[in-house]
């Protein structure tokens, strides 16, 4: 079985893959159109914008280039097997935790780069050094999305308008989608939800985006 994979169903696990290279994909479009915008507009933000979503993007590239490999190798060892999946372990932290690291510095406007970094600090060491890493980062992951979520409806309610909306709606179902990872041990069916989650919310990102781009 591909790795990152243990809970979903059998049936769901090739979907799975297509699933994250579209993931790649739609994450690469963002984050190269928020860097045209900022190109143009030389706003500092777009530019950290396009990082974070260029970091979400290797994670899936990685992934799922691990995945094909292993779904297509013929001489599969058990020693390859758990080298594969330590890596795509070690690439899930550190990819989405930076993701969501630089846009937590966005919305949070941190003015103390030193405190900023010691949160970083903290946070990295604490995921890759856990016994149980997988759920430590998922715990990590849904209170950064949390954050995020709330940050965002905060910023609709002063400033109502629809890409307010957008992004608060593709945070709170990234936040969805990752809270549907953490019971998936409990019901696969929800591995496969949280993919299609997960693929509305950065389809909004990216047409929140070229709404932007257009004005």
Do not use: C
């Amino acid at each position: 079985m591909a790795v990152t994979y243990y809970f979903a169903p059998p049936w769901f696990i090739n979907i799975g893959i297509i699933f994250e290279a579209l993931f790649a994909i739609v994450l690469i479009a963002i984050s190269i159109t928020a860097y045209k915008f900022y190109r143009v507009s030389r706003q500092e933000k777009l530019k950290l914008f396009s990082a974070a979503f260029g970091s979400l993007a290797l994670y899936y590239i990685i992934k799922s280039l691990i995945n094909a490999d292993l779904l297509t190798s013929n001489n599969l060892t058990r020693d390859k097997l758990l080298d594969l999946g330590q890596l795509t372990l070690v690439a899930h932290i550190f990819f989405m935790l930076a993701g969501l690291i630089i846009l937590l510095y966005l919305s949070l406007k941190v003015k103390n780069n030193r405190l900023f970094s010691l949160l970083i600090i903290i946070i990295f060491v604490t995921a890759f050094t856990s016994r149980n890493n997988v759920i430590i980062f998922h715990v990590i992951s849904t209170i950064l999305l949390s954050f995020l979520s709330l940050h965002y409806y905060e910023s609709y309610k002063k400033k109502p308008h629809k890409n307010n909306l957008i992004v608060f709606i593709a945070f709170l179902l990234l936040l969805l989608a990752n809270l549907d990872f953490i019971f998936s041990y409990y019901s696969p069916i929800l591995f496969v939800i949280g993919h299609f989650i997960e693929f509305i919310s950065y389809l909004l990102f990216l047409i929140n985006l070229i709404n932007i781009f257009k004005k």
